[in-house]
């Protein structure tokens, strides 16, 4: 069993900066893909970054000029770095989880999802 906490969320200005960080608990598999999503009011949840325990990861193209994710294994953490952020990035951000490798272009739900934290940037 995968549990996933995120935590960093906040109110900040616009043109501000946020580092949203995902803890996983209890036991992992060696190869898995982590990710970020968010859901903004009245629209669907769309998936932003994955990284997977090779290394690899990607970003959309929507945010990757602002948003970097990286993941640091030893610690179990998986961090979502947020720059000039702007109104429109205002949603729930939820860390998600799949048991093995998966592209950001891939439909498969994730195995695992974290709880969300609350993301408002004030214009």
């Known amino acids: 069993q995968v549990q996933l906490v995120e935590s960093g969320g906040g109110l900040v200005q616009t043109g501000g900066s946020l580092r949203l960080t995902c803890t996983v608990s209890?036991?992992?598999?060696?190869?898995?893909?982590m990710g970020w999503y968010r859901q903004a009011p009245g629209k669907q949840r769309e998936l932003l970054s994955v990284?997977?325990?090779?290394?690899?990861?990607e970003t959309h193209g929507s945010v990757q000029d602002r948003f970097t994710v990286s993941r640091n294994d030893a610690e179990k953490t998986m961090y979502l770095q947020m720059n000039n952020l702007k109104p429109e990035d205002t949603a729930v951000y939820y860390c998600?989880?799949?048991?093995?490798?998966?592209?950001?272009?891939?439909?498969?739900?994730?195995?695992?999802w974290g709880q969300g934290t609350q993301v408002t940037v004030s214009s």
């Open positions: 998600a989880y799949w048991l093995g490798y998966r592209r950001l272009i891939s439909n498969n739900s994730p195995d695992y």
């Open positions: 990284v997977n325990s090779g290394g690899t990861r």
């Open positions: 209890q036991s992992t598999f060696t190869r898995n893909t």
